[in-house]
Structure formats: C-alpha cells, structure tokens
C-alpha cells in the first residue's frame, strides 16, 4: 500500500561535511589558506610578484642623522616557499588544488631553466632542482592517492547498490535507507561522469526504496493502535502497582520505536491520555512508597547514630561482652525491618552501618582478647602453684583463682572452653597432688602397707580414663571395691576406719562420674550424630553469612554416606530431614535468615524444658517461654511422680540429640545455647 505522503528523497547530510573532489566548494580551509599564501586562488594563473615602486616623495627623502632609521620591510617568502607550504597543507582528496600547484610548479621550474640558460655559472642539480623536485613528488603522491581514493569510493558505492538490492528484498527499510544515504554522499566526492554512472544504478532502487517506506508508515500507524489498546487495557488492570509501571514503560518504549507514521498526531494524543489514566494508582504506590523509604532513612539513621553513640562511650576496659553481642544482633534485626530505602541513599548509609558495626566488633575482639589474656594468666598462676612447696597455702590460692575465674564471666565459647580445660587441669593436678600427698602422709603415720591401699589407688585411676573407657570400667570397679572389702582386716584397728572413708569417698566419686557419663552405646551415637550435625552445619553457617556454598546436592549426598549412619532411626531421621533443607535451599542464602529464626525458638524451647527438668534458673528472655512449659506440663500430669537421677540424665542426653538435630542457627545463638546445656549438666 503507498501512502499519499510522499517520503523526502533528499538523503540526509551528515553533521560534518567532508572534503570533496569539486571546485572551489570542496577545497578545504587548510589547502585554501595554504593556496591564497601561495600567491593564486585554485584556479589562477600564478602571477610573478612585482615590487611596487617608490613614490618621488619617498625617493627625495634623505635620512636625517638626528632622525630614527625606518623599521626594515618584511621579507617576502619566495614562489618555491610558499609552493611548498601550499603541497604540505593541501588534502590529496583536493584534486583542482592539486591541479593548479602542479601547475605552478611547472611554471617555476620553467622559469628556472631559462634563468640558468643565461647565467654566466650555471647552478648545479643538486642547486636548483632537489627542492623542486621533492615538490613534484609529494604532489604526484596526492594526486595518485586522489585516484586511489575516488576508485575505492566507486566499488563502496556499486557494492552498496548490491546490499541495497538485497535489503528491499528481505523487507529492511532502515538499512537501505541508510545505504542509500551513505551512497548520495559518497556519489558527491566522485567526478562528475562516476557520479552520473553510479546514480543511474542507484535510481530504480530509490522508487522499491520508497515503496517501503509508505509501507512502513502504514504498519507503523496500525502497530501504534495496538498500543493503544494494549493501553487501554492497562487502565482498567489490577496488576500490582511496579508491574503496571513496568508494563506502561514498554508500551512507551515501543512506541518511541516506531517513529513518524501517519495520523501521528492523533494516535499520539490518545495514547499518552490513556498512558496518564493507567499510571495514576501506579503514582500513589511509589508516593506511599517514597514516604516509607524516607521514614526507614530515618529509622536506619536513628540506628546508627545509636550505635555510633554507644561504641563511643565504651569503656575498653569494661567491655560486656553479651551486651555488645546482643546489641549488635538486634541492629542486624532492626536494619532488615526498615527496609526499603531510596536506592540514592543506601549506599552511603550502608557503609556508615557497617563502619560502626565493624568497630564494635573490633572493640569487642580487643575485649575478648583482654579477658582470654586474664583467664591465661589465671591458668598459669595455677600452673604454678603445682611447684610451690607450701602446698596447703598453694590449695587456698587456687580456690581463689577458681572464684577469681568466676568472676571474669563467659567470653567466647570456643576459647572458653579451651582455656577451662587448661585451667580445670592445672586445678585437679593440684589437688590430685594434695590428695596424694595427703595419702603418702597417712600411710608413713601408719607405716602399714596394705592391699587396701593398692586397691584404693587402683580405683583411683579409673577416674582418671577417659569418658569411652570410663564407661566400661563397671565390672572393674566392682571386682576392685571386692578386693578392698576383702583386705580390710579386723587387725587394722584406727587405719581401717581411714581407709574405709577413702574407699566410700572414691565410690562417691565414681558413682557421681558414673551417672554423669553416657555409656559406651550413646557415646557411639553421640559421635555418629555429631559428625552429621558438622557436615549441615558448615554449609548452613555459610548461608546465614550470604554465601553460596561451592557445593553441589549430589556432592552433599556422596559426603552424608561416608559417615557412620545414625543408630538411632528417629534421630537418623531428623537428621535426614536437617540434610533435605540444606538440599533445597543450597542455591538460596536469603531463606535461612527466617529458618534461624524458626530454630533459634526451637534451641531456646529445649533449654528452658531442660531447666525446668534440672531446676536450673532460665534467662530474663526466656522467661514467658518458661511460664507456658509449666502451664503445660501442670494440664498434663498433676499428681506425677518426681525424675529421678538417672531419668534426669536419660533426659538430658535426648535434649543434647535433639540441639544436633537443629539447624540452620548463627554461629552466636548456637554457642550460647550450648553454654546454658553445658550449666544444666553440670547441675545435674
């Protein structure tokens, strides 16, 4: 269909022009100046300079001595100067500038010959031609890349003419378009005989050209009436607010694409009222929108002005660890809470966040250190007290450093437990050598050597084995404790009594231990779940932290059967289904924040019931969470019969089963739960 608008045939000029082969016109600034310095317009026929002459005024004027000599005349460049100023600043695409200084050359090198003819010593070569000829040979250069030039203009334009044929074919106006553009301008720099050649291949294809672009128009008008009903839609959709603006903007966007079309006008009118009408709820949600993210600006200002406050007025040397560590969790809660925050500001507002957040952690690492760096001291002081001859005096000074270790209070899980152990030993050694020597001193008062004391000692070591070997020293102890009661002889008299107390104090001792340590059966449990709870665990503290593990599901499942499978079918499991979340979720660091969450309630759920079974007092935080259990357990069994020792620790045992079982929990959440287990144990 051709529309009756005929499209503008007048190829587009670019916003440059460009050096042409054409008189005059096409001569460039450099060339025209250098040409006007030469002594001829491109055209002219060179003139020889002729030295005006002097007036008769100026000629009977005699210089007076007592007046300044006249300044000196300037000095006129020569022909061959300003022909070889002209060559150097003439473009080789100036072909009739070129023209006319190889003409002039000509001339100049005439003109020579003839001088030369009737000097009385004639110049050499090397005199008057080396110049000349350097001259000549430059412009015979241009002249020759002219030719060059304007052939390679000439394929350009018979090769468009073929890619031109080709894209009216396929249908693409916009290349041909430009084609034929770029060929207009190209047909200009070409000699007039070329331009009338390659025009007539070039004619016939601007009447398919135009063809097109009434078609094109048409399509164009028909296209923008499906945008707008594709708008008018928009105004009566229930999309969400960011979705419509999305949608209203890729209607916009296709529109601009499509360019002028007929009735473009009127089209454009509707569309843009309909586009109004669709968009006015989108501009009540990003105005509620904006009003949110300026008060969250605020809100999250509010925070770190806070935080900057307090870790400015910290004490170094009274740092209170669990504060700064809940302090810093609730920040991290309340910085996700007022969200969103213009995009504009939330750079700088995010680094000044982490910029306090990392100086209270420096703070408190400094702290930790300080306080690792008190307890280690404490351990070496009771290192210490192992040499000191006074031993009495050594065991006063270790129960002060017990109340002095009290004192310091908890610092980080992992060191703390380290550290204790060193402590701890260093303690029992100590005491263990005033048990000792206690022992030596009695048997040298008594100077009796009995079978009793061996056995005493025998049982002695069994409290010294480790949990695993502990736990099946049963039977030994049984046969030792036999063996004590058979060597107590009724001639003992006094020792007997002595002797009698040490055995009951060690079966105290190992009883205690006993009913404290898990058989050897959940031992082995104990350890097959732990090995499970490690392998989720690295991965799901990955994840909290914002990571993605480099881990696939499969390779999840390869390093889950390398472990000792789980003796226990329903902590097995549970376990199984801690690994199935971890699978589903490995791609997704931004679920696990909520399933901490969900889990930290779970841990802190198992330590309250834990407490609660052991008498132990529950944190402030916990409180109301205590208060239901109880409510809970009054409806359902008033009346029963109070946990044994035994039931306590078979009950403590399933609690620590069920704490492996949870996950994911942040690395702080999970220490602190398992220092509140540890107390409920000790209490025990």
């Given at each position: 269909m051709t529309s009756s608008t005929t499209p503008d045939t007048t190829p587009a000029m670019p916003d440059q022009p460009e050096e042409t082969g054409q008189p005059a016109a096409a001569v460039d600034d450099g060339a025209q100046t250098a040409a006007t310095q030469a002594g001829d317009p491109p055209h002219a026929t060179a003139t020889p300079d002729v030295a005006p002459a002097e007036t008769s005024n100026t000629a009977a004027l005699k210089p007076d001595s007592d007046t300044a000599a006249p300044p000196a005349p300037a000095v006129k460049p020569s022909e061959k100067e300003k022909l070889q100023k002209a060559a150097a600043a003439t473009s080789f695409k100036?072909?009739?500038?070129?023209?006319?200084?190889?003409?002039?050359?000509?001339?100049?090198?005439?003109?020579?010959?003839?001088?030369?003819?009737?000097?009385?010593?004639?110049?050499?070569?090397?005199?008057?031609?080396?110049?000349?000829?350097?001259?000549?040979?430059?412009?015979?250069?241009?002249?020759?890349?002219?030719?060059?030039?304007?052939?390679?203009?000439?394929?350009?334009?018979?090769?468009?003419?073929?890619?031109?044929?080709?894209?009216?074919?396929?249908?693409?106006?916009?290349?041909?378009?430009?084609?034929?553009?770029?060929?207009?301008?190209?047909?200009?720099?070409?000699?007039?005989?070329?331009?009338?050649?390659?025009?007539?291949?070039?004619?016939p294809l601007k009447l398919e050209l135009n063809k097109l672009l009434d078609w094109k128009k048409f399509a164009s008008s028909e296209k923008k009436k499906e945008l707008i009903d594709q708008m008018e839609v928009l105004t009566t959709d229930e999309s969400s607010p960011p979705q419509k603006a999305k949608l209203i903007r890729a209607l916009q966007d296709e529109w601009k694409l499509l360019g002028h079309s007929d009735d473009n006008d009127d089209l454009w009118t509707r569309f843009s009222e309909l586009a109004k009408v669709a968009f006015e709820p989108c501009k009540v949600y990003f105005r509620e929108r904006k009003e949110k993210q300026?008060?969250?600006?605020?809100?999250?200002?509010?925070?770190?002005?806070?935080?900057?406050?307090?870790?400015?007025?910290?004490?170094?040397?009274?740092?209170?660890?669990?504060?700064?560590?809940?302090?810093?969790?609730?920040?991290?809660?309340?910085?996700?809470?007022?969200?969103?925050?213009?995009?504009?500001?939330?750079?700088?507002?995010?680094?000044?966040?982490?910029?306090?957040?990392?100086?209270?952690?420096?703070?408190?690492?400094?702290?930790?250190?300080?306080?690792?760096?008190?307890?280690?001291?404490?351990?070496?002081?009771?290192?210490?007290?192992?040499?000191?001859?006074?031993?009495?005096?050594?065991?006063?000074?270790?129960?002060?450093?017990?109340?002095?270790?009290?004192?310091?209070?908890?610092?980080?899980?992992?060191?703390?437990?380290?550290?204790?152990?060193?402590?701890?030993?260093?303690?029992?050694?100590?005491?263990?050598?005033?048990?000792?020597?206690?022992?030596?001193?009695?048997?040298?008062?008594?100077?009796?050597?009995?079978?009793?004391?061996?056995?005493?000692?025998?049982?002695?070591?069994?409290?010294?084995?480790?949990?695993?070997?502990?736990?099946?020293?049963?039977?030994?102890?049984?046969s030792l404790a036999q063996e004590f009661r058979a060597a107590l002889t009724p001639d003992m008299k006094a020792e007997r009594k002595a002797l009698q107390d040490q055995f009951n104090q060690l079966s105290r001792k190992y009883e205690a231990r006993l009913r404290t340590t898990p058989d050897k059966k959940v031992l082995q449990l104990m350890q097959q779940v732990q090995a499970k709870a490690a392998l989720c665990q690295q991965y799901e503290e990955m994840l909290l932290d914002g990571k993605t593990p480099d881990i696939s599901s499969e390779s999840l499942d390869e390093a889950w059967g390398e472990l000792d499978s789980i003796a226990d079918a329903?902590?097995?499991?549970?376990?199984?289904?801690?690994?199935?979340?971890?699978?589903?979720?490995?791609q997704d660091p931004a679920a696990w924040s909520a399933m901490a969450a969900k889990q930290e309630t779970r841990g802190r759920e198992l330590c309250v019931a834990a407490e609660i079974m052991s008498g132990v007092d529950t944190p402030a935080a916990d409180k109301a969470i205590r208060m239901q259990q109880q409510l809970n357990q009054l409806q359902r069994g008033l009346g029963r019969m109070p946990l044994t020792q035994k039931d306590k620790l078979q009950q403590m045992q399933q609690t620590d089963m069920a704490f492996l079982c949870l996950g994911p929990l942040l690395p702080l959440t999970r220490s602190t739960l398992q220092n509140r287990l540890q107390h409920i144990r000790q209490k025990i």
């Open positions: 100036d072909l009739p500038t070129l023209l006319s200084l190889q003409k002039r050359l000509e001339r100049l090198m005439a003109e020579g010959s003839a001088s030369d003819e009737t000097a009385t010593v004639p110049p050499t070569p090397a005199q008057a031609d080396d110049d000349l000829v350097k001259i000549a040979t430059q412009l015979q250069a241009l002249i020759a890349e002219h030719q060059r030039w304007q052939q390679k203009l000439s394929k350009d334009v018979e090769q468009s003419v073929i890619t031109m044929t080709a894209h009216i074919n396929d249908g693409r106006v916009s290349e041909a378009q430009s084609l034929w553009d770029r060929s207009q301008n190209a047909i200009k720099r070409l000699a007039s005989d070329e331009q009338d050649r390659l025009q007539a291949q070039l004619t300026a008060a969250n600006l605020i809100a999250r200002n509010n925070i770190c002005e806070q935080l900057e406050a307090y870790a400015a007025t910290m004490d170094p040397d009274a740092v209170n660890l669990a504060e700064v560590s809940k302090l810093e969790n609730q920040a991290r809660d309340d910085w996700k809470k007022y969200a969103p925050v213009a995009q504009a500001k939330i750079k700088n507002l995010q680094k000044r966040f982490n910029t306090v957040l990392a100086d209270l952690r420096q703070k408190k690492r400094q702290a930790l250190q300080a306080h690792n760096a008190q307890k280690q001291a404490l351990i070496e002081q009771a290192q210490a007290l192992l040499t000191q001859d006074d031993l009495q005096g050594a065991i006063q000074q270790a129960k002060t450093l017990q109340q002095n270790w009290k004192a310091l209070g908890a610092g980080s899980f992992k060191d703390d437990r380290k550290l204790w152990t060193e402590f701890r030993a260093a303690c029992d050694a100590l005491f263990e050598r005033r048990d000792t020597v206690t022992k030596e001193q009695k048997q040298q008062q008594r100077q009796v050597s009995s079978a009793a004391r061996d056995t005493l000692r025998k049982i002695a070591a069994l409290l010294s084995l480790t949990d695993e070997e502990f736990s099946q020293s049963r039977s030994q102890f049984n329903d902590i097995e499991k549970a376990m199984k289904k801690r690994l199935r979340q971890l699978q589903q979720h490995l």
